[in-house]
């Protein structure tokens, strides 16, 4: 266990660094931005949103298990050990989310820029509030018409992350999961993918610094916990003995 928490916490620490340097630094979102710089990150965003975070779920849960190679039913148990540690974290997300009621900076920005009650913006049900902010913005030449509509489909609380959680859930499974593995690429691109989902909720006007940070460390908490059950329940995360030979054999290759 104390292996395992001490693996996924160092990836914690440094899924925390983006967020963390952008908090001290002071910076803070405003509009405007260059549309061919906000494209690509909306991209990013969209492989977390719905209906496209299912796909990303489906395909990185059999990347997992491919990985992993285990037996038809620890394959089943891990499958099921990982969509839960996913829909524990956004149940978490949207009860915290209710407690705290912290507004998204955009829409902090309307109440500021556009004289809009943020108070009796929220009081609303999400497609009032979705028409709202589609009534406000108009033809705002500011703000780019598919980030108009983003916004219109995202009117919830800002604190915690759920894009975040998301992101950084799957990348801290891989820290867990795949790392004794040496399946050292897999946890790169999940990491830089991980930070690239939580720059760009930064950058879209969707999430504060510490929005991000409160994310990573609820994740943190749910990966140790799902990879020590796997571990106690589904099957090693140290390779067999065959599989320690691919491995050596994979990496004499390179």
């Known amino acids: 266990m104390f292996d395992i928490a001490k693996r996924t916490a160092l990836g914690a620490v440094i899924l925390m660094l983006m967020p963390a340097a952008v908090w001290i630094s002071g910076w803070l979102w405003v509009p405007g ?19 496209w975070g299912i796909l990303t779920t489906v395909i990185l849960c ?10 038809l039913k620890p394959a089943i148990g891990l ?9 524990v974290g956004q149940y978490a997300k949207d009860f915290i989310k209710g407690e ?4 998204r ?22 497609k009032l509030r979705g028409k709202q902010v589609k009534e406000i913005l108009g033809d705002d030449v500011q703000i780019p018409h598919w980030l108009n509509k ?34 050292y690429k897999t946890v790169t691109v999940l990491m830089v993918w991980a930070v690239a989902v939580m720059g760009s909720r930064l950058m879209l006007g969707m999430h504060w ?35 320690k030979q691919e491995i ?6 390179k």
């Open 79 to 87: 499958g099921v050990i990982i969509v839960a540690s996913l829909l």
């Open 62 to 71: 059999g990347w997992f298990l491919w990985c992993l190679r285990f037996r």
């Open 209 to 243: 610094p510490r929005d991000l940070l409160a994310s990573v460390g609820i994740s943190w908490i749910l990966v140790t916990l799902a990879c020590w059950l796997t571990e106690r329940y589904v099957g090693p995360l140290t390779p067999p003995p065959a599989e």
């Open 100 to 103: 705290v009621r912290e507004p």
């Open 105 to 126: 900076p955009y829409v902090a920005w309307l109440g500021t820029d556009h004289q809009m009650n943020v108070g009796e913006f929220y009081a609303q049900k999400s």
């Open 150 to 183: 983003s916004w219109q489909n995202d009117t919830g609380y800002a604190f915690p992350s759920g894009h975040t959680m998301f992101a950084a859930t799957w990348a801290l499974l891989g820290i867990g999961l795949l790392w004794r593995r040496k399946h």
């Open 248 to 253: 050596s054999e994979r990496d004499s290759l």
């Open 33 to 51: 931005e260059n549309p061919s710089v906000l494209r690509p990150l909306y991209w990013v965003t969209e492989t977390v949103s719905e209906p």
